[in-house]
T-cell receptor, first 114, second 115 residues
Framework: KAGVTQTPRYLIKTRGQQVTLSCSPISGHRSVSWYQQTPGQGLQFLFEYFSETQRNKGNFPGRFSGRQFSNSRSEMNVSTLELGDSALYLC?????????????FGPGTRLLVL | AQSVTQLDSQVPVFEEAPVELRCNYSSSVSVYLFWYVQYPNQGLQLLLKYLSGSTLVKGINGFEAEFNKSQTSFHLRKPSVHISDTAEYFCAVSPLQGGSEKLVFGKGTKLTVNP
């Protein structure tokens, strides 16, 4: 079974631009979560989608948004990029609820904002 | 709200020595507890998790952790480490809320195993 895939793996953008990151969960998984990892703030939860609905949200500004499609694939969008948005963005998927099954992480998309 | 404190940012050990990575948490509600490992340029891999039941949890690669509710701790241990265990380890908690998962991570502990 293929793992969680994230595209692109690396991305360079300039301040003010917007970016869209993609995550394809493991086949059959309905929950997709996004995390931001930076050296300063560590790993922080962005949001979780389950069956196309946002089920949970972290403390990030409205510039960060996401969505999930009917095939469970998810996209994350960051508008008006700032230098501080440079980070590794990790996506994770799971079939059921947290007490039913493990969450599996993808390799991440490394975003550099210049 | 929840918070996780990993007491050591870096832990150097020699190969075949035992290791303990310490994790304390704070939460006003019941939580699930996790340990993840991250190898360079890779995503996170679950080592083990505590949901309920026995407080001693065994995970992959010979790791185990003990949940101590009174001390709000969830320390990770391995009796004999290998060079390949060199990685960054993250302790995390997730509040029990309707099956949704919102992991709160510690800052991580870099484990370096030296020959």
């Amino acid at each position: 079974k293929a793992g969680v895939t994230q595209t692109p793996r690396y991305l360079i953008k300039t301040r003010g631009q917007q970016v869209t990151l993609s995550c394809s969960p493991i086949s059959g998984h309905r929950s997709v979560s996004w995390y931001q990892q930076t050296p300063g703030q560590g790993l922080q939860f962005l949001f979780e989608y389950f069956s196309e609905t946002q089920r949970n949200k972290g403390n990030f500004p409205g510039r960060f948004s996401g969505r999930q499609f009917s095939n469970s694939r998810s996209e994350m969008n960051v508008s008006t990029l700032e230098l501080g948005d440079s980070a590794l963005y990790l996506c994770a998927s799971r079939w059921g609820t947290v007490d039913q099954e493990t969450q599996y992480f993808g390799p991440g998309t490394r975003l550099l904002v210049l | 709200a929840q918070s996780v404190t990993q007491l050591d940012s870096q832990v150097p050990v020699f190969e075949e020595a035992p290791v303990e990575l310490r994790c304390n948490y704070s939460s006003s509600v019941s939580v699930y507890l996790f340990w993840y490992v991250q190898y360079p340029n890779q995503g996170l891999q679950l080592l083990l998790k505590y949901l309920s039941g026995s407080t001693l949890v065994k995970g992959i690669n010979g790791f185990e952790a003990e949940f101590n509710k009174s001390q709000t701790s969830f320390h990770l241990r391995k009796p004999s480490v290998h060079i390949s265990d060199t990685a960054e380890y993250f302790c995390a908690v997730s509040p029990l809320q309707g099956g949704s998962e919102k992991l709160v991570f510690g800052k991580g502990t870099k484990l370096t195993v030296n020959p």
